[in-house]
Structure formats: structure tokens, C-alpha cells
């Protein structure tokens, strides 16, 4: 369980997801300094605060629980990172800042959303109550997050099954294709979490913190892939299951990958973090 560790989102991170997913639009207020920069975090899981929509913890590994009034409900596979938090007390007030983001493992994350066109904030559309998102129970220690850790071998996978049959739901896709990884993005989440404000999409990230008494530990999801053709246009329904595996390409490959998801042997060990998770409603 992470329901002490604060939970951040990355939006914009892969190229072509947000215009698949049909968010582009949602962003187009929002200033980056380059066309690869991600486009802002947000907040997920609130902890240490008593009420309001992202303080119920969302994660399962085991279960998605839809919304009522879903029928939108797309599977985000992704990276998450589990990071110590390092904060600097600021000598003018009792305020902190992030200094500094240790990242200590990683493992298969689904950051599910609804597609909710227009939607004032991107946490409205993340977290709706228990069994909201998807992470595995099996995390891989991260030696360094820099050129030539053990993270740079790995790939992200995904798939849909319904009604005994299986299909690609992400583009398998290298980890080191994010658009911003490594130092570059520690750099630029910590700036987020010190600057970014609460103006259109986006909100205050101090303030959170805050709020939320400065926890030490955050899981922070780096961003979704492009979806195959079949993902861009199914939506998860009761009964479905959801399948984001993070494995070592120097281990597996795709085939491989896609052969154990359909004779359902798709097991965690050193070289692969699984997450399945069936759609189940309440």
C-alpha cells in the first residue's frame, strides 16, 4: 500500500498520445518552452486530508471499478516511479520546497481515465473513488535513473481482453521514449511541483503539498503511450480485463509478450512488472 505517498501524473509525456486520447485541445493554453515538453502534472491521491475528490485511494492491483456514468473508460499504460520526496524549508516562511526526487523503484501502472472533453481540471478525470487506477504489486529496484540504468531496458506493453479474446491495446514502446526521462524530467517535475499554478488544466502543485503535511514518498506515473488503432477506440466495460506489463527487452520481445498475455502466463519476476486487472462494476 502507497496511501501515505502523494500521487502525481505526467500529461503530454509520449508523442501523439494526448491527440489520440482527444485532450490535445484541453492544453492549448498551457505555455512549454519546447515541443517535447510535457505539457504539466497533476494530482491523483491526496493523503493526510480528511475530504474532497482526490483524497480516497485509488490504486488496485487487482481491480478497475467504473464510474456510473462511464462509458468512456480508456486503459493509460505507463511507468511509475516511486520517489523520495526531499524538501528545503525557505527562510522567509515555514513553507517548503522539492530540492530534490530520488527515484527508488518503478513497476506497470494503468493511470485508467475518463474522456471527459473539456473538463476544468486533468484530475477530474483520474480519480473517482477505490479501484480508480492500477499499479502492480510487483516493483523493480531502480540502481540509477540516468543513461545505462536498469530502467533504459525496458519496454511498456498493454492489452484488452473481452470475451476470450485479446488485442494490443498500446504501441509496445521503449521506456527511453519518453520525451522527457532521466534527469531532464526529475528537473522539471521538481520545477512543477514549486511553480506550476492553478490556471486553466492545471493546478497548484505547493499548495497540494502542502496541504497535504509534505509527504516523503510520491508515486509519480510519467506518461501513457500511443494506443494501436484498437485501443484508440474501445473502451473498457464490465467483465473486460486490463493488462500493462513493463518488461526487459533484453529478457523478452513483443511476441514473447504477447504469447504469455494469451495463455495467460504472464507472471512478475526480475525482468517484468505485471498488472492485471479485472473491470469490475460495484
Known amino acids: 500500500m502507497f496511501n501515505q505517498c502523494i500521487g502525481f501524473g505526467v500529461a503530454g509525456n509520449f508523442a501523439g498520445h494526448l491527440e489520440q486520447a482527444g485532450e490535445a485541445a484541453d492544453f492549448v493554453t ?5 515541443v517535447t515538453q510535457p505539457k504539466a502534472i497533476f494530482p491523483f491521491y491526496l493523503p493526510n486530508i480528511n475530504s474532497g475528490l482526490l483524497t ?3 490504486l488496485s492491483s487487482t481491480q478497475i471499478t467504473p464510474p456510473n456514468d462511464a462509458d468512456n473508460l480508456q486503459i493509460e499504460p505507463e511507468v511509475a516511479l516511486v520517489c523520495d520526496v526531499i524538501y528545503t524549508t525557505n527562510a522567509d516562511d515555514s513553507r517548503q520546497t522539492v530540492s530534490d ?18 473538463a476544468k481540471k486533468i484530475s477530474e478525470k483520474k480519480n473517482w473513488g477505490i479501484n480508480s ?11 540509477h535513473f540516468s ?18 479474446e485479446i488485442h494490443r491495446y498500446g504501441e509496445d514502446s521503449a521506456v527511453v521514449g519518453y520525451s522527457y526521462f532521466h534527469d531532464t524530467l526529475l528537473d522539471w517535475i ?3 511541483m514549486n511553480h506550476q499554478q492553478d490556471v486553466g488544466p492545471t493546478e497548484n502543485i505547493a499548495d497540494l503539498l ?7 514518498q510520491a508515486v509519480i506515473s510519467i506518461g501513457a503511450t500511443r494506443y494501436t488503432p484498437y485501443g484508440e477506440s474501445h473502451f473498457l466495460q464490465a467483465g473486460d480485463t486490463s493488462i500493462v506489463v513493463v518488461y526487459d527487452g533484453n529478457c523478452y520481445n513483443a511476441e514473447e509478450i504477447m504469447q504469455m498475455a494469451l495463455t495467460h502466463d504472464l507472471t ?6 505485471v498488472l492485471i486487472q479485472q473491470v469490475v462494476t460495484s
Open 210 to 216: 502542502e496541504q497535504s503535511q509534505y509527504p516523503t
Open 30 to 34: 498551457v505555455a512549454v518552452k519546447e
Open 133 to 143: 487506477k492500477g499499479m502492480s504489486d510487483h516493483l523493480i529496484a531502480i540502481d
Open 56 to 58: 480516497t485511494y485509488p
Open 101 to 118: 526526487l530520488i527515484p527508488r523503484q518503478f513497476g506497470a501502472y494503468n493511470d485508467c481515465s475518463i474522456r471527459k472533453p473539456h
Open 190 to 192: 521538481i520545477e512543477r
Open 147 to 164: 543513461t545505462g540504468g536498469v530502467l533504459d531496458r525496458y519496454r511498456i506493453a498493454s492489452f484488452h481482453c473481452r470475451d476470450g
Open 268 to 273: 512478475n519476476d526480475d525482468g517484468m512488472s
